[in-house]
């Protein structure tokens, strides 16, 4: 099974701060790299699908980079309803594998 | 508007078993591959199983496989999970999720999730 290693775990960060989140495979997985919100109580949602294919109605200050085994998420400025988790995929092989989860927190 | 609604979630005593349900409605259910995904109390996110529009293809996590059981109806529009052998490491939330067109593109949709708690 390909393992998908986040980090960090979580971090704080203030609104307008530039927040890079990194997602690191255990092999290669060329762009089969998706990211996913979830906010608490509620479901997850797809943000970025193939590594840097923003979601329809995602905001432009949210993108995403990477192939190969290394991935990572950027929003750009942070906003309030940014708080969340943020989880990476792979969709390169069954079973299709999240990694830890990675939780924004207001500093 | 792609909506999943999740049902059949409760409290199942060690052992027992349940089915779960998810109800598809605004698009064409038997074009897209389902999922399982569940997420215990405070813990990530853990994909379960799979299964194609035609149910050709299925596929489960090695901690499911041999105790769960997903299915479809497509008639009806929707997908099942049948639980067998629950344990108290079976406790979580369940979500199905709508696979997205092109395998690769991950999970477009999500139900809200229904929960199963495991308790002797």
């Known amino acids: 099974d390909i393992q998908l290693t986040q980090s960090p775990s979580s971090l704080s960060a203030s609104v307008g701060d530039r927040v890079t989140i990194t997602c690191r495979a255990s092999?290669?997985?060329?762009?089969?790299l998706n990211w996913y919100q979830q906010k608490p109580g509620k479901a997850p949602e797809r943000l970025i699908y193939?590594?840097?294919n923003l979601q329809s109605g995602v905001p432009l200050r949210f993108s995403g980079s990477g192939s190969g085994t290394d991935f990572t998420l950027t929003i750009s400025s942070l906003l309030p309803e940014d708080f969340a988790t943020y989880y990476c995929q792979q969709s390169y092989s069954t079973p299709r594998t999240f990694g830890q989860g990675t939780k924004v927190e207001i500093k | 508007e792609v909506q999943l609604v999740e049902s059949g979630g409760g409290l199942v005593k060690t052992g027992g078993s349940l089915r779960l349900s998810c109800a598809a409605s605004?698009?064409?259910?038997?074009?897209?591959?389902m999922n399982w995904v569940r997420q215990a109390p405070g813990k990530g996110l853990e994909w379960l199983s799979s299964?194609?529009?035609?149910?050709?293809?299925?596929y489960y996590a090695d901690s499911v496989k041999g105790r769960f059981t997903i299915s479809r109806d497509n008639a009806k529009n929707s997908l099942y999970l049948q639980m067998t052998s629950l344990g108290a490491e079976d406790t979580a939330i369940y979500y199905c999720?709508?696979?997205?067109?092109?395998?690769?593109?991950?999970?477009?949709?999500w139900g809200q999730g229904t929960l199963v708690t495991v308790s002797s």
């Open positions: 299964i194609s529009g035609s149910s050709t293809y299925i």
């Open positions: 193939a590594a840097s």
């Open positions: 999720a709508r696979d997205a067109l092109n395998f690769n593109w991950g999970f477009d949709s």
């Open positions: 605004g698009f064409t259910f038997v074009t897209y591959t």
């Open positions: 092999q290669t997985i060329s762009s089969y």
